[in-house]
């Protein structure tokens, strides 16, 4: 297609506006509106950044520090990306608060924590590089030294201002997620730190909850609010609905613009310096999902804009994908996800101690508090013919889950005490249960491939909830290890006196609830791969000049791992700062100012 030169319109945002409209972040409607509707003719800058989630923001606020001009590019008419949405908890190992504590995370088991969750089937813990590439060592490493320096440069120059993740009953913050045998050091997780906590939540249930429990710490909008209001100071300016859908490269292949659509016609905008990608994963292109991913998914929390536009516009640029497998996985209730195209909530932590995850046979499949991203993986599990027996299963819950009125921080989809929800089966008997789900199924057919209950799933479910009630009474879930550590007590409520905090009998009388589950992702994290720079790497190893990229758009240094809360924003702020400071230091190319014609 012939692309004609023209001036972008820029619809510019401003950060400094709204300030109240930075709360409600989980429905997107609610992000602040388009301040102005001027037009300024762009037509080259030193750096383009794609995207305006918290890699993106991290890149621009970086590079504009940096002394470059910077122009944001957002497709969506609303900043923030799925970053707006997030809880926004960052994984920062050795962070400022934990050393206040006195807390000092050891490097050589920390890198191993990280390595192995990642790549746990080459991981060597007596290998120089744990069994890793020298890239992909090279990317952990990187991130355990700087993330604290990160983090602390942000805090002293008031571009976001952190503080510990706060979960009730623990001084020492949040547990980890894992107990890995390596390090499982609480209190890595960060939020952004808002002086009137009260003010900042709005109709975010999960940030609600943690409030009412005690939490104080901000939400994703308030570090995507931060982050904005940084770049605004720095005079990075933000042009809505324009999807750049191509990197224009210059003789040598460096990067010098790029092209984009806009609502008046496609554009072409020259970069000196170069192009930063921040967009985010491909959950919703459909194509890609299927053609990379491990497993099928049934929806994604991620925003919808989410469409993987960096994977073919790396490829034509010549660079190497890697991690295109992975995602940051979850479970999703496959009757919201057929009907939103984006849920507004992530299913984190099941709650309730008498709530089990059965397949088709009634049978328990995995620890259901282990956390979303080992749940969502639970449905990719192969038999013997490659089919995927576990692709839908069930949660089953009893009254006592149902009807607990406490709040959970991850108590969504379950609705709260007293509220009907049609994905949700329900039957007086585990009969009646069964006989519903069965129907429910049936009701559904294509939608779930005609996926059908086994005959002997009521008596597999009535002899698995007659084990469950004995490890309960024993404190000890023999199969899979449910509530051995605090680390899986997320979502529960203590429960002075049980055995065991995550196990509880079911009730002898119904009703009885259950939802169908299918895997989904908070997004993917496959994409180009690229160095500690940021810098967008070639297969031969070497990089795209002026090709930058970070956060889920990129190949995560995490590989398969959820290495603890805070995993995906974490990184993405890092290597977001990595990507914003190289670029800037980049030389002018002369040949940018013609991009754009
Ligand atoms: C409910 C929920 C809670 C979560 N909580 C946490 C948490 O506490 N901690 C954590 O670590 N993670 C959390 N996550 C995951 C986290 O939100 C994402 O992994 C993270 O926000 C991704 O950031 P990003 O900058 O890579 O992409 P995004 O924030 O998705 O930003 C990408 C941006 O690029 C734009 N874009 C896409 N294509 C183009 C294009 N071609 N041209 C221009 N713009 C484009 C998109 O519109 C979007 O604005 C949560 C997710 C959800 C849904």
């Known amino acids: 297609m012939q692309l004609q030169s023209a001036a972008v319109p820029a619809r510019m945002y401003t950060a400094g506006g709204d300030m109240g409209n930075f709360r409600s972040h989980r429905d997107l409607g609610d992000r602040p509106e388009v301040q102005g509707n001027e037009t300024t003719g762009i037509t080259a800058t030193d750096v383009i950044v794609v995207g305006t989630g918290s890699a993106a923001l991290s890149a621009a606020v970086m590079a504009a520090r940096g002394g470059a001009d910077v122009v944001m590019l957002e497709v969506a008419d609303k900043i923030g990306g799925t970053s707006w949405r997030s809880s926004g908890g960052y994984w920062i190992p050795n962070n400022r608060n934990q050393r206040e504590r006195g807390v000092s995370m050891d490097r050589d088991a920390t890198l191993k924590h990280m390595a192995v969750l990642g790549y746990p089937d080459r991981f060597d813990e007596n290998a120089p590089l744990l069994g890793l590439t020298q890239r992909e060592y090279d990317l952990i490493a990187e991130f355990f030294d700087i993330a604290p320096k990160v983090i ?16 009730p009953g623990r001084d020492d913050g949040m547990p980890h997620y894992y107990n890995s045998g390596y390090d499982a050091t609480n209190g890595t997780v960060l939020g952004a730190r808002v002086e009137e906590f009260a003010e900042s939540v709005a109709s975010n249930p999960s940030a609600e909850a943690m409030r009412q429990l005690g939490g104080r710490q901000g939400d994703g909008a308030d570090m995507v609010g931060q982050l904005a209001a940084a770049a605004e100071r720095l005079g990075v300016q933000i042009v809505l609905e324009t999807r750049v859908t191509g990197v224009i490269q210059d003789a040598d292949g460096a990067a010098i613009g790029v092209t984009a659509s806009t609502p008046d016609g496609p554009v072409r905008i020259g970069a000196r310096q170069g192009v930063v990608f921040g967009t985010g994963g491909f959950s919703h292109n459909p194509v890609h999902a299927k053609a990379y991913l491990r497993g099928p998914i049934v929806g994604s929390c991620s925003v919808g804009t989410a469409q993987g536009d960096f994977i073919d516009i790396a490829l034509e640029a010549g660079a190497e994908l890697g991690n295109m497998r992975e995602a940051w996985w979850t479970e999703l209730p496959v009757e919201l996800a057929k009907t939103m195209s984006e849920t507004p909530e992530l299913m984190g932590f099941i709650p309730g101690a008498s709530s089990i995850i059965v397949n088709a046979s009634g049978e328990r499949v995995v620890n259901e508090k282990s956390m979303y991203n080992e749940r969502g993986k639970a449905h990719f599990v192969a038999d013997e013919n490659g089919e995927l027996p576990n692709k839908y ?123 169908v589950l299918g895997a989904a992702t908070l997004d993917t994290k496959g994409g180009p791969v690229t160095d500690t720079s940021g810098r967008v790497l070639r297969p031969s190893g070497e990089p795209i000049p002026g090709l930058y990229g970070a956060g889920n758009c990129i190949a995560s240094p995490a590989g398969e791992a959820y290495w603890g809360g805070g995993s995906t924003l974490g990184p993405a702020l890092v290597l977001g700062y990595m990507a914003g400071k190289n670029v800037a230091q980049e030389p002018r190319r002369t040949a940018a100012a013609q991009a754009a014609a």
């Open 393 to 515: 299963l069930f949660l089953v819950y009893d009254d006592a889950v149902a009807g607990d009125e406490l709040v959970w921080p991850s108590r969504w989809p379950i609705p709260p005490a007293g509220v009907r929800e049609d994905y949700v089966i329900v039957g007086d008997t585990l009969e009646e249960l069964a006989a519903n789900i069965e129907a429910r199924l049936t009701k559904l057919g294509a939608e779930v491939e005609n996926f059908e209950l086994r005959s002997d799933f009521l008596d597999g479910l009535k002899a698995t909830l007659a084990l469950y009630a004995e490890f309960a009474q024993g404190g000890v879930d023999r199969d899979f290890g449910r509530g051995n550590d605090s680390n899986q007590w997320y979502s529960e409520p203590l429960r002075p006196g049980a055995k065991n905090n995550c196990l509880a009998a079911f009730r002898e009388e119904g009703p009885y609830y259950a939802m």
């Open 152 to 167: 602390d440069e942000y805090e002293a120059e008031g571009i976001l201002k952190s503080t510990q993740m706060d979960y």
